[in-house]
């Protein structure tokens, strides 16, 4: 399994862009690249899902460099409500042992 | 259900009992996973359940957890002989194929253990 690193903590300000940037220096070729949000006392959220270039859908957008190492997720306009923890993992789509396996996350703080 | 369902939301028990927790996954997903995640931390990966392979047990803690799957639908996590320090919320999510990485959680079941 690849391994992720991403920053522990981000803050920010309502109204802003967020970035969240993880390195999967590891990753394989048949690896997908998956983002998940968990609020407090919830289980965690399917956000979005990329495999290269960039991936956007209504709640955020996913960028992903040509040599795949890492991937960025991109909150725009950033509201109270995201404050959560974001996870990224990597995972062989096409092995059915292939498992979910979740790093420490990001959590993001967002202020008024 | 339209969603991914564990019941109790809540157990408390004593130390030294053991509790059972269940996982009502979306009909029709073959892929069913049981986490932990203890206050503040990440999610710990306990067992994965891939279809009619058999189940990937190597996240389980000690042999006092255990976990089945009956006719590849409802799942069962059993604790036996309770510790404190297996106080935690127990999720369990369902993928609609094995190797999917996008899953669906339940809410979860707060365990307490006093």
């Known amino acids: 399994l690849a391994k992720t690193t991403q920053p522990i903590s981000m803050d920010s300000y309502e109204g802003q862009e967020v970035n969240i940037t993880c390195s999967h220096n590891n990753i394989a070729t048949n690896d997908y690249i998956t983002w998940y949000q968990q609020f407090p006392s919830q289980g965690p959220r399917f956000i979005i899902q990329g495999y290269k270039t960039k991936v956007t859908n209504e709640v955020a957008s996913l960028f992903i460099p040509a040599d795949r190492k890492s991937s960025t997720l991109s909150l725009p306009r950033v509201s109270l409500s995201d404050t959560a923890v974001y996870y990224c993992l990597v995972g062989d789509q096409a092995s059915s042992a292939s498992k979910i396996i979740f790093g420490s996350g990001t959590r993001l703080s967002i202020r008024p | 259900g339209a969603g991914v369902s564990q019941s109790p939301s809540n157990k408390v028990t004593e130390k030294g009992k053991d509790v059972e927790l269940r996982c009502d996954p979306i009909s029709g997903h073959t892929a069913l996973y049981w986490y932990r995640q203890s206050l503040g931390q990440g999610l710990e990966f306990l067992i994965y359940?891939?279809?009619?392979?058999?189940?990937?047990k190597s996240g389980l803690p000690s042999d006092r957890f255990s976990a089945e799957r009956t006719g590849g639908s409802v799942s069962t996590l059993t604790i036996q002989r309770t510790q404190q320090e297996d106080s935690a919320v127990y999720l369990c999510?369902?993928?609609?194929?094995?190797?999917?990485?996008?899953?669906?959680f339940g809410q979860g079941t707060r365990l307490t253990v006093v």
């Open positions: 359940f891939q279809g009619n392979s058999a189940p990937d």
């Open positions: 999510a369902s993928s609609s194929r094995t190797g999917n990485t996008e899953a669906f």
